[in-house]
């Protein structure tokens, strides 16, 4: 047996293969993201988009001028570097295990995926310190740990600020942070 087949044994190795076949559909443009996002029907199943569409679903692309990282920090649009993509903006909620961000600096909406492996942190919205206090670092991101069921409830809301840092290839979030608001 190959090396790849022994990852995906048992019951994380079939959330992973879950994931890698889902980033899949997303890269060639199975979403319902982009200008026509209301695009999906009361049962959850969407539209087929047009090439069009299609390519508006792309991750958006910041500045690539070595500082890719401010963006991301000064808390506007989308930064890219390399393989990361990260970007601001407000969360939405797609379909379970699949969020959008609308980028605060009016870029293209940006599907991505989470899983239990993601490192979700909040600050009040997502969820709260172990004491139910309010939990943000230096830079006005959360640092409470939450759980992807917290992430997708906060995500309905429509309201909550997050700054998304994924893998631009797989579509999968590394670290989702609520951004503070008092």
Same mark, same amino acid.
């Given at each position: 047996? #190959?090396?790849? !087949?022994?990852?995906?044994?048992?019951?994380?190795?079939?959330?992973? /293969?879950?994931?890698?076949?889902?980033?899949?559909?997303?890269? @060639?443009?199975?979403?319902?993201?982009?200008?026509? #996002?209301?695009?999906?029907?009361?049962?959850?199943?969407?539209?087929?988009?047009?090439?069009? &569409? &299609?390519?508006?679903? &792309?991750?958006?692309?910041?500045?690539?001028?070595?500082?890719?990282? #401010?963006?991301?920090?000064?808390?506007?649009?989308?930064?890219?570097?390399?393989?990361?993509?990260?970007?601001?903006?407000?969360?939405?909620?797609?379909?379970?295990?699949? @969020?959008?961000?609308?980028?605060?600096?009016?870029?293209?909406? &940006?599907?991505? @995926?989470?899983?239990?492996?993601?490192?979700?942190?909040?600050?009040?919205?997502?969820?709260?310190?172990?004491?139910?206090?309010?939990?943000?670092?230096?830079?006005?991101?959360?640092? /409470?740990?939450?759980?992807?069921?917290? @992430?997708?409830?906060?995500?309905?809301?429509?309201?909550? !600020?997050?700054?998304?840092?994924?893998?631009? +290839?797989?579509?999968?979030?590394?670290?989702?942070?609520? +951004?503070?608001?008092?």
């Amino acid at each position: 047996m #190959s090396a790849i !087949t022994n990852r995906f044994r048992g019951r994380a190795g079939r959330r992973i /293969a879950a994931t890698i076949v889902a980033a899949a559909a997303l890269g @060639l443009g199975a979403t319902a993201c982009g200008p026509d #996002s209301d695009a999906a029907d009361s049962s959850g199943s969407s539209a087929s988009s047009t090439p069009s &569409q &299609q390519a508006s679903s &792309q991750p958006t692309g910041g500045s690539s001028s070595g500082n890719s990282g #401010s963006q991301g920090q000064d808390g506007g649009g989308s930064a890219d570097a390399g393989r990361s993509l990260t970007i601001v903006g407000k969360m939405e909620y797609l379909a379970p295990g699949k @969020l959008i961000v609308k980028p605060e600096d009016g870029g293209t909406d &940006q599907a991505f @995926l989470v899983a239990n492996a993601t490192s979700i942190r909040g600050a009040a919205a997502i969820c709260t310190g172990p004491d139910g206090s309010v939990a943000i670092g230096d830079d006005g991101y959360g640092t /409470a740990k939450c759980t992807v069921d917290e @992430l997708e409830k906060a995500a309905k809301t429509n309201i909550v !600020t997050v700054r998304v840092t994924m893998d631009r +290839k797989s579509g999968g979030a590394d670290v989702v942070e609520e +951004k503070y608001h008092p």
